[in-house]
């Protein structure tokens, strides 16, 4: 047998594994979401048949199981999640006056479209500083991490 012969067939052994696992995990879904739409209170329980924990059915056949909560609202909710019609407004608590003040962006600094966590962080906090003196540190400290000070 060549090499390729045989790299040919662990490729097609390796195929039918993934091809076996793939079932298993749609199994599972398919079973976890069963159970789901039986539980209709957006409450699922975890044992079932009390059969076992693991993939290959062991575990301790106890059938103890303790719900696990998969979505829920909260106390009064009217949920929906719907915007307002038209020029209609949102009521309720949220205003913007807890918003800091934004100051401009200097000449020289990008968008920053492409900045990572910490330089976003050092551009939000520089753009929302109001003394003049930090403000520019920040943004020296923000030149000097993406480099563009070089």
Known sequence: MTASERRA???ARL???FAEFDGMILGERERA???ADEAGSGVMSGGGSGGGGGADGSGDGSGSSSPMIIASAPEGST???IMPAG???RQ???SNNNQPETFPVPEDIPNGNNDDVVARQLR???MAEPDPELREKLWD???AYTGLGQ
């Open 9 to 11: 067939a662990l490729d």
């Open 15 to 17: 195929n039918e594994g």
């Open 33 to 35: 979401q069963s159970e």
């Open 79 to 81: 949920g929906g999640g």
């Open 87 to 89: 020029n209609a407004s």
């Open 92 to 94: 309720g608590d949220f």
């Open 124 to 126: 939000e906090a520089a």
């Open 141 to 143: 400290e923000y030149r």
